[in-house]
């Protein structure tokens, strides 16, 4: 696999179209802390890292949704930085997703984080995604 995020994001956006309660995806760390992100701002409904034999581990997300309409509660999953071409923006130019209703994640060197959270410490790198 050469592009472990992608393959995250997808595995969420797919278990959402066919109406998952639970979704199993292989752990790293850049990917459990995305999780806790997407947990911390209300986009999904719980998650659980898990060890495994192989001792990569799993994380298994329940999604959210709607009560009344049954829609998911992640509008889009977007990848924005890809292994052929890395997006970095600086402090002044991170991305404002639907001028602030959504999140964008950033890789820095300070750690993955929201765009809010590195515009606070004045930090920029990596654009990873962007969720609604």
């Known amino acids: 696999m050469t592009d472990p995020i992608s393959d995250y994001l997808t595995r969420l956006r797919n278990a959402q179209q066919a109406g998952h309660r639970l979704v199993e995806i292989p752990a790293s760390k850049m990917k459990k802390r995305i999780t806790e992100i ?12 898990e060890d495994t034999e192989d ?45 602030g209703l959504g999140i964008a994640i950033v890789s820095t060197s300070k750690g993955v984080m929201t765009e809010k959270e590195a515009r606070t410490q004045g930090i920029g790198g990596e654009v990873l995604c962007e969720i609604f």
Not at 38 to 49: A, P, Q, R, S
Request: glycine share 8%.
């Open 55 to 99: 001792n990569q581990g799993v994380i298994k997300i329940a999604l959210k949704y709607d009560a009344a309409t049954k829609t998911p509660t992640i509008k889009s999953l977007v990848r924005i930085s890809t292994p052929g071409l890395r997006q970095y923006k600086g402090k002044s130019e991170l991305p404002r997703v639907l001028s």
């Open 38 to 49: 997407l947990y911390n701002h209300g986009y999904i409904l719980k998650y659980k890292f």
